[in-house]
């Protein structure tokens, strides 16, 4: 388990992101402002910002992970208090993310007309 610390590029809220495995890229969503944040390399940007083929032509993990939301952070208090469904710590998904689900999102990003529609399916 490592965790990578992210800042949303579009309202700047920061969060701590944990992962079960190492991950070259990782997409997700934006815990305060749902913006969808492609995370590459340590560099954090916008998905709309990207174009699709830079991403389908990288070998890539798709690794879903759950948001800690920050301790620290004004934006984490207020949004544990609004739209907190489940505790900090605990895993958004109830089973660990295999192989077979990896490759499926693989296929999904295939077929999928852009990062947006891929991430609709998700
Ligand atoms: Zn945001």
Same mark, same amino acid.
């Given at each position: 388990?490592?965790?990578?610390?992210?800042?949303?590029?579009?309202?700047?809220?920061?969060?701590?992101?944990?992962?079960?495995?190492?991950?070259?890229?990782?997409?997700?969503?934006?815990?305060?402002?749902?913006?969808? %944040?492609?995370? &590459?390399?340590?560099?954090?940007?916008?998905? /709309? +910002?990207? $174009?699709?083929? @830079?991403?389908?032509?990288?070998?890539?993990?798709? %690794?879903?992970? &759950?948001?800690k939301?920050?301790?620290?952070? /004004? +934006?984490? $208090?207020?949004? @544990?208090?609004?739209?907190?469904?489940?505790?900090?710590g605990?895993?958004?998904?109830?089973?660990?993310?295999?192989?077979?689900?990896?490759?499926?999102? @693989?296929?999904?990003?295939?077929?999928?007309?852009?990062?947006?529609?891929?991430?609709?399916?998700?």
């Open positions: 388990m490592s965790s990578l610390r992210i800042q949303c590029p579009k309202c700047q809220a920061k969060a701590e992101l944990s992962i079960d495995a190492e991950a070259e890229m990782i997409l997700l969503n934006c815990f305060k402002c749902k913006s969808p %944040i492609l995370y &590459f390399h340590g560099e954090t940007t916008l998905v /709309d +910002e990207v $174009e699709m083929g @830079k991403i389908q032509g990288e070998s890539m993990k798709a %690794i879903e992970g &759950f948001l939301t920050h301790p620290n952070s /004004d +934006e984490a $208090e207020s949004f @544990k208090n609004n739209s907190q469904t489940h505790e900090v605990e895993p958004v998904s109830d089973h660990p993310i295999s192989e077979e689900d990896i490759a499926d999102l @693989k296929i999904d990003l295939h077929y999928s007309e852009d990062v947006l529609d891929f991430l609709k399916k998700i």
